[in-house]
């Protein structure tokens, strides 16, 4: 084949560091979801929808074929964290956790996630940040250990 063809779909969350709600604010975290679909565009990994709550960011996306997730991850936590941190007050001291989960989606099922991250804020008010990782985690056949996931 002389073209390379790439359609990767990825669910990509992560938290503010110890889980501190940041971005309760709900314009600030509008600008911020903003700012990293920005961030994701330029990289050449189209974000599908950018969403979540005060602690932590639910990104779906496809992976351009020509960048890591780990690159991906370093420049959207590198670059949002600057952006936010310039807004003053409280949001100086802001920082993402190090860590971060990364799923993929068959692109079938990409439609269910975008609705899955829409609607984090409903989903919140029942289920916590924690409990949603772990059933994510499960869900995904993915055996971890929770001293070296939360910090």
């Known amino acids: 084949m002389p073209q390379s063809i790439s359609c990767v779909v990825l669910h990509i969350v992560f938290s503010t560091k110890h889980r501190f709600p940041f971005l ?3 314009e600030i975290r509008k600008e ?3 700012y990293i679909g920005g961030i994701c565009k330029q990289l050449n990994c189209p974000p599908i929808i950018i969403g979540g709550i005060g602690d932590h960011v639910h990104i779906l996306c496809r992976l351009s074929r020509t960048i890591t997730i780990a690159d991906l991850l370093e420049e959207v936590k590198k670059s949002s964290s600057k952006w936010v941190k310039d807004r003053g007050g409280l949001l100086t001291g802001f920082a993402w956790q190090r860590g971060y989960a990364a799923f993929s989606v068959d692109y079938r099922s ?7 991250v829409a609607n984090q804020e ?3 008010q029942k289920r916590r940040f924690q409990d949603e990782f772990r059933k994510l985690m499960a869900d995904g056949g993915v055996a971890f250990d929770e001293k070296y996931v939360w910090d």
């Open 122 to 124: 409903a989903h919140h």
């Open 110 to 116: 990409a439609d269910t996630v975008r609705e899955y």
């Open 24 to 26: 309760t604010d709900r």
């Open 32 to 34: 911020m979801h903003a």
